[in-house]
C-alpha cells in the first residue's frame, strides 16, 4: 500500500453509465491530483487540488468532473464517456502544490469503456 | 508549451550491463524528478534533483541534472532483473504554477 488508495481497481462501463471513481490518503497531504496514463502517452494531468480548492483544469472534457469534499478524499465522476477515455486513471497526493515535493501515487483504476 | 522529450523509448540489456535514460527539457527547468513503474504497478517517486549539475546516487542509480537545467540522466550500474520497469522523468518549469510536467518514460527490460 503507497498510502494512497484508489477504488475500484478495475471498472468496465458503457458509454451511457454513470460512475465514480475514488480515491483517499491519510499521509496529511493537502494537494491531490488526477492523472490519466493511456499506452504510449505521457502521464497526462487533469486535475488538481490544492487545500480542497481546484487549481487545475488542464482542458478537460466535461464528462469528466472531479469533487474534493476535504483533503483527504479526491472523486472523480464519469459520465457519458468514449471508448478513447479507457485508460489508467491515477490519484496522486502531495505536501501541497507547487516545488519541491515528490507525488505519492495510488496503484490506479484500470477503466474500460465499451 | 513545456515539453520533456525521454530516449530511449526502449532497453533491453543483459543483466549486469548498465542502463542510461536520457531526459531533455524545451525551456529551463526548476527541479526535475525521477519515477519509475513496474510493470502492471504505479508510478513510484525515486527522487528529486533541484540545483544545476547537481549529482545524486542511490545504490547503483546515479541521477544527474545538467548545467543548464534543461536535461538529466539515470544511470543504472550493473542492472538487475528487479530493475525492470518504466523509468519517467518529470520537470517543473517555473511560471507554470509549477506543473509537473512528465515525459513518454523509458521501458527497462532486464534478460537475466
Known amino acids: 500500500e503507497t498510502g494512497v488508495t484508489q477504488t475500484p481497481r478495475h471498472l468496465v462501463m458503457g458509454m451511457t453509465n454513470k460512475k465514480s471513481l475514488k480515491c483517499e490518503q491519510h499521509l496529511g497531504h493537502n494537494a491531490m491530483y488526477w492523472y490519466k496514463q493511456s499506452a504510449k502517452k505521457p502521464l497526462e494531468l487533469m486535475f488538481v487540488?490544492?487545500?480542497?480548492?481546484?487549481?487545475e483544469n488542464n482542458s478537460v472534457p466535461s464528462r469528466f468532473s472531479p469533487e474534493c469534499p476535504n483533503s483527504s478524499h479526491l472523486f472523480l465522476h464519469l459520465h457519458t464517456l468514449q471508448p478513447e477515455d479507457s485508460a489508467l486513471y491515477l490519484c496522486?497526493?502531495?505536501?501541497?502544490?507547487?516545488?519541491?515535493?515528490?507525488?505519492?501515487f495510488g496503484s490506479g483504476t484500470r477503466l474500460t469503456v465499451v | 508549451g513545456q515539453q520533456v522529450m525521454q530516449i530511449p523509448q526502449y532497453q533491453h540489456v543483459q543483466e549486469g550491463e548498465d542502463f542510461t535514460t536520457y531526459c531533455n527539457s524545451s525551456t529551463t527547468l526548476s527541479n526535475i524528478q525521477w519515477y519509475k513503474q513496474r510493470p502492471g504497478g504505479h508510478p513510484v517517486f525515486l527522487i528529486q534533483?533541484?540545483?544545476?549539475?547537481e549529482v545524486k546516487k542511490q545504490k547503483r542509480l546515479t541521477f544527474q541534472f545538467g548545467e543548464a537545467k534543461k536535461n538529466s540522466s539515470l544511470h543504472i550500474t550493473a542492472t538487475q532483473t528487479t530493475d525492470v520497469g518504466t523509468y519517467f522523468c518529470?520537470?517543473?518549469?517555473?511560471?507554470?504554477?509549477?506543473?509537473?510536467?512528465f515525459g513518454k518514460g523509458t521501458l527497462l527490460t532486464v534478460n537475466p
Open positions: 518529470a520537470g517543473r518549469r517555473r511560471g507554470s504554477n509549477y506543473k509537473l510536467t
Open positions: 534533483l533541484v540545483k544545476s549539475g
Open positions: 496522486a497526493s502531495s505536501p501541497a502544490d507547487g516545488d519541491n515535493y515528490g507525488y505519492t
Open positions: 487540488y490544492n487545500f480542497k480548492e481546484q487549481t
